[in-house]
């Protein structure tokens, strides 16, 4: 059991602990007071304004983490379960506030949350006690899309990826470490507020997936250029920018795979946390989307009665619903998988700690599609008011097209499980996209 913004009880089909259910109805009341407002007032700020010290954007990460919403994140408990759908739970919620602001307080978390999992003793406290005790300081991004690959270089492993030409940042080995020189796009979410990335880098020129090196770089060093932040048409809460390397030094300390046959793995890793994330964000953003549709439909009275008594209104209202309610199912299950899996000891060659790829990114690609359509929805049935900037469902349908492109267009990311799927439906364990060869990574 749930409950509306009015209080009025909601039955949820998938029950969750008391504990859980509380930590909602907190997460909920804070994105009603504090995102939803902070996320409308960002979406009129102009690109500059949205990163300067005083920005609403830095309340709102910084809220969320004297909360401790980033320790739920790194949280080892007994219960696997109950973690993951409280993690669930919170990503609706915040996404049900902000798509920006919930895709920021991912991505804020990303290099310390993998430093914390894969880094070692002098990492963990340089950077992930500091963090872990709420220092305001500390943001992450994650770079890894290109002006000239975007961000299939990552996604796409097919024998065509080969023919994309040398990555834009390259990493050569350096005493102690590595040395990075290059470029990621103006399209790295949180770039121009970040004080460190996960970046992936080629090294020595290959193309293969195995000759990519992943690390957490700190930005503000010497060598880190940041350009402006660009402006978007949606997800405008969370600041987008290019990011340029000159000679800029890593630690072996901050590596989180080195170019062999873990690489691979690490970043099927990388991509089931963010592809989980971003599903369980969606459904937020299609709940948000049906709720206010629905609350219009009761309310509009047009030919005398509530355009809810008209048929076709009845229908998209329950088309928006059953798939809201769907899609929620599947990215707290994908989810879930995700984090028993993360529990389990590590995997041999060809798996990546028995989770399954192909189901962490349809999670994603599902979600990201029902976001959409149930926001297009919600402008249709409002009408003239849901083009109106007045209205939040206008907001709403600008950041879900843009989810179709977030994190790797879906297209992509739905040819990258294709493939998985015809080299590996009928295991038992599920295997990394990247990872062993199969005769389809060759001829589809």
């Not at 993690?87 to 430093?115: C, H, I, K, N, Y």
């Not at 008011?385 to 179709?404: N, T, Y």
Request: aromatic share 6%.
């Amino acid at each position: 059991m749930t409950f509306a913004l009015d209080g009025a009880p909601i039955f949820e089909l998938q029950p969750v602990p008391e504990q859980t259910a509380l930590l909602r109805a907190e997460t909920r009341r804070f994105a009603l007071e504090v995102i939803r407002p902070a996320a409308q007032q960002l979406d009129q700020m102009s690109p500059a304004e949205r990163i300067r010290p005083q920005s609403p954007l830095f309340d709102v990460l910084g809220q969320l983490k004297s909360l401790g919403y980033h320790r739920l994140f790194v949280a080892a408990g007994a219960d696997i379960q109950a973690t993951a759908a409280a993690q669930a739970v919170v990503l609706e919620e915040l996404g049900w506030g902000s798509l920006g602001l919930a895709t920021a307080f991912v991505v804020d978390m990303l290099p310390f949350r993998l430093l914390h999992r894969m880094g070692g003793d002098a990492a963990h406290r340089e950077l992930v006690v500091p963090w872990l005790d709420n220092q305001q300081e500390l943001h992450g991004c994650w770079a890894v899309t290109e002006a000239l690959h975007g961000s299939d270089a990552l996604s796409l492993r097919d024998a065509a990826s080969g023919g994309f030409g040398p990555g834009e940042l390259q990493a050569e080995p350096a005493p102690g470490g590595w040395t990075l020189r290059g470029r990621k796009s103006a399209w790295v979410s949180s770039a121009p507020i970040a004080t460190h990335a996960v970046v992936r880098a080629q090294v020595g020129g290959a193309s293969s997936p195995r000759s990519t090196l992943l690390a957490v770089v700190d930005l503000d060093q010497l060598g880190v250029r940041r350009g402006p932040p660009v402006d978007m048409l949606g997800a405008r809460e969370d600041p987008q920018g290019e990011l340029v390397f000159e000679r800029v030094q890593v630690p072996a300390s901050r590596v989180l795979a080195a170019p062999g046959p873990a690489t691979v793995a690490v970043e099927d890793q990388v991509l089931g946390i963010l592809s989980t994330a971003l599903a369980n964000i969606a459904v937020g953003l299609a709940r948000a989307s049906f709720e206010a549709a629905l609350h219009h439909a009761r309310s509009r009275v047009q030919g005398g009665v509530p355009i809810a008594a008209h048929k076709n209104i009845q229908l998209t209202l329950y088309s928006m619903f059953e798939k809201t309610e769907t899609a929620r199912v599947y990215a707290r299950a994908a989810l879930t998988h995700l984090a028993q899996a993360a529990a389990q000891p590590e995997a041999g060659e060809g798996e990546v700690g028995g989770a399954s790829a192909r189901h962490t990114r349809t999670a994603q690609i599902y979600a990201k599609r029902i976001a959409f359509e149930v926001a297009s929805d919600a402008v249709q049935v409002l009408g003239a008011q849901g083009l109106s900037r007045d209205q939040p469902v206008e907001k709403w349908f600008r950041d879900a097209r843009s989810l179709l492109i977030q994190d790797g267009t879906v297209e992509v990311l739905a040819l990258e499980a294709a493939r998985d799927i015809l080299a590996g439906y009928e295991h038992d364990t599920p295997r990394s996209s990247g990872r062993g060869p199969n005769r389809w990574s060759r001829t589809w």
